[in-house]
């Protein structure tokens, strides 16, 4: 990596971490904006890398939800009457109690997603074209319905994240907390992902976007792959939804879990905004969507979905390849892709 990528990537961290004291009045709106870039990376691999256009991405984001927020009360009360009694009126967690149980409950909330992923994957991701996108809706529409009958979980009233322990700081320190963990998440994300699309990996997810028949016929084991990138994209969509389940402190499942007109279509959006295929489209999609999405809701109160609408229409016809497309076409020299000695090599394995 070259001194300027390298300069260039700690000034980004560095900002990242001075956020909350630059810009302390916007801590939440930018911890949140943290998770719509791990939503848009996350989205990219099907839908940018893999040419899978998935509509139902929030499935694994739901789940995580749901599940961090399970683990974190089931390991020290009984689930059933915590969502009966509301929750933190009746229960509450000590702080020891509430450390272990978040830390514990993301970690089930990437791997149990991740699993999910990998036992439907070979039935889902061997369908094509729109009927891959009509499955992958339904899977995102169905699981609102399903959780919304589970009294376990709170059904359709929903259930309440644990509340963040009394004489910890306060929300100061709670807002904090969650920035952090949104930040690491989204750093950790994107690291992986561009070490991920240098490798084997990425050069069959592309090969697989080009042409799936030829690649299968030079012998590639594409389903393999395709459902790799989906558990990946899991994995991290589920801890996602396990921060974002805590941030806002309830759970309900069609609007905030399984939110497929909302979440569902904004991680779509997001990476077009950007520029499907690349590692920093969906990057620079999500923080110009995110800006422009929260000014509509300072200026255009009650006419925000109009105004969104207005910006879907412009995404779809003045940035058919997104910003990062238009830059590499106007900036090939500086936005273009780089083809080093690596990934030579990672082809001709490939071949």
Not at 66 to 71: E, G, H, N, R, T
Not at 301 to 310: D, K, P, T
Request: charged share 10%.
């Amino acid at each position: 990596m070259s001194k300027n990528k390298i300069f260039f990537y700690g000034l980004i961290f560095v900002l990242g971490i001075a956020a909350p004291f630059l810009f302390p009045a916007f801590k939440l709106q930018i911890s949140i904006m943290w998770i719509l870039v791990v939503l848009a990376l996350t989205w990219d691999v099907q839908g940018g890398q893999m040419g899978y256009t998935s509509f139902g991405n929030i499935f694994f984001y739901g789940i995580g939800m749901y599940v961090c927020a399970s683990v974190q009360i089931g390991l020290f009360f009984p689930l059933a009457e915590w969502t009966a009694s509301g929750g933190e009126k009746t229960f509450i967690h000590a702080p020891f109690q509430y450390f272990q149980g978040i830390f514990t409950g993301l970690i089930f909330a990437g791997i149990v997603p991740a699993l999910v992923a990998a036992l439907i994957g070979y039935g889902v991701l061997g369908l094509r074209g729109q009927y891959f996108g009509i499955c992958t809706l339904g899977l995102g529409v169905a699981a609102g319905e399903i959780a919304g009958g589970i009294e376990l979980i709170g059904a359709g009233q929903g259930m309440t994240a644990p509340p963040w322990p009394k004489g910890i700081g306060g929300t100061e320190l709670r807002s904090q907390f969650f920035y952090y963990m949104c930040f690491i998440l989204m750093v950790v994300a994107f690291l992986f992902l561009k070490w991920a699309y240098q490798t084997r990996f990425g050069l069959v997810l592309n090969a697989i976007r080009d042409n799936e028949d030829k690649a299968e016929a030079m012998g590639i084991h594409t389903m393999r792959y395709k459902i790799t990138g989906w558990v990946v994209s899991a994995f991290f969509l589920g801890m996602a939804g396990g921060l974002m389940g805590n941030m806002v402190g309830y759970i309900e499942p069609t609007e905030i879990a399984f939110s497929v007109t909302t979440y569902g279509v904004f991680m779509i959006l997001m990476v077009m905004l950007g520029g499907k295929g690349t590692l920093w489209g969906p990057v620079i999609g999500a923080i110009v969507f995110h800006v422009f999405k929260e000014g509509f809701w300072i200026f255009f109160l009650g006419w925000q979905y109009v105004a969104l609408g207005v910006l879907i229409v412009i995404i779809v016809v003045f940035f058919p390849e997104g910003i990062m497309g238009g830059l590499r076409e106007r900036y090939p020299d500086k936005f273009g892709e780089v083809v080093d000695e690596a990934a030579i090599k990672a082809q001709v394995v490939l071949k």
